[in-house]
Structures are given as structure tokens and as C-alpha cells.
């Protein structure tokens, strides 16, 4: 029975959102992770299948959360914008959070009276 090959377009699409939500050009990332422009450019935009290493090296880098992509029919814990806010909440001061708790407590309440 021939397995079936897994379809990497859409870890390419997430990959090429988180890199420009944290400010990076695809130069940049490939710098930083070691691969070419160009080899980022493939697995961003035709679903290049990335070795293990750059796969892992991706990951870590932009912190995307891959449960989205292996198990997409479970709800993931983390997904990849939750990662990304805690991320941000490990460095905001004190002051910093008890404005976003607020802020998320408002947004909360919000959502639970709107029908």
C-alpha cells in the first residue's frame, strides 16, 4: 500500500505569517537559521519540504506550535498565535500585565454576553 506524502503548503503559508509578524525579511530568517533565501522562499511558497533540521530550526525560531499540522483534527493546546503571545508575556513588565489581564478579562466578558 503506497503511503501517502504529506502536504507541506501549509506549514510553508504559517511559517512565511509568523516570519513577517515578528519583522523578519526571508533574508534575515534564512540568516539566522542557516538555509538560502531562495530555499525559504521554495518552502514558504510551493510547500518545499524542509529537512528535519531546518523544519526543527523553523519551528524554534518563529515559535509555531506543529500540532496544528500533525494532529489538525484535535484542537491543538497551543497553537501557533498562543505560543507567540507567550512569548511576548515573558517579557512584559509586571505593570505590562495586569494591563493585559484587564484588557483579557474585558475582551472575555465581552464574548460570553455577545449571542
Not at 509555531?64 to 511576548?88: C, G, I, N
Amino acid at each position: 500500500m503506497p503511503v501517502q506524502k504529506y502536504n507541506f503548503k501549509p506549514f510553508g503559508q504559517a511559517i512565511k505569517a509568523a516570519r513577517e509578524r515578528k519583522g523578519l525579511t526571508r533574508k534575515e530568517l534564512a540568516a539566522q537559521i542557516r538555509i538560502s533565501p531562495r530555499y525559504l522562499a521554495s518552502i514558504e511558497n510551493r510547500g518545499q519540504t524542509p529537512s528535519l533540521q531546518v523544519f526543527y530550526r523553523l519551528v524554534i525560531c518563529l515559535d509555531v506550535s506543529v500540532d496544528q499540522f500533525f494532529f489538525p483534527e484535535k484542537t491543538a493546546a497551543k497553537t501557533t498565535q498562543r505560543r507567540q503571545l507567550d512569548t511576548l508575556l515573558d517579557i512584559i513588565s509586571e505593570s505590562g500585565l495586569r494591563i493585559i489581564t484587564a484588557t483579557a478579562k474585558e475582551v472575555a466578558d465581552t464574548e460570553q454576553k455577545a449571542p
